[in-house]
């Protein structure tokens, strides 16, 4: 298991952007797909966005295609999530996630952080 720590979320009105951050302890961070996943109240947990462990392949929620970007630095053992445009149906709880590969990551099967809150006004 691998510890992670969000940090980004907050308030924000709709069309504006904020950009989340995960940072995995551990050395073995460039083998993870990294991953965010989001629960709205009352709603189950569901997949945002995922990028494998050297960061070529990057796969989006339809909800977020064009608005969001997900990407990564090895280097610094931190995984972002650029959110654009962002909209009130984007209100969630969002969680990074690491998973040994992206079946596993979406089928929730991988480590967890505590989540950071995401507030859109409108």
């Known amino acids: 298991q691998v510890q992670l720590v969000e940090s980004g979320g907050g308030l924000v009105q709709a069309g504006y952007s904020l950009r989340l951050s995960c940072a995995p302890s551990?050395?073995?961070?460039?083998?993870?797909?990294m991953g965010w996943f989001r629960q709205a109240p009352g709603s189950e947990r569901t997949f945002v966005a995922a990028?494998?462990?050297?960061?070529?392949?990057?796969y989006y929620a339809d909800s977020v295609k064009g608005r969001f970007t997900i990407s990564r630095d090895n280097a610094k053992n931190t995984v972002y999530l650029q959110m654009n445009n962002l909209q009130p149906e984007d209100t969630a709880v969002y969680y990074c996630?690491?998973?040994?590969?992206?079946?596993?990551?979406?089928?929730?099967?991988?480590?967890w952080g505590q989540g950071t809150q995401v507030t859109v006004s409108s």
């Open positions: 996630t690491a998973g040994a590969d992206i079946g596993r990551l979406r089928a929730g099967l991988g480590s």
């Open positions: 551990g050395r073995a961070f460039s083998t993870y797909t």
């Open positions: 990028i494998s462990s050297g960061g070529g392949a990057t």
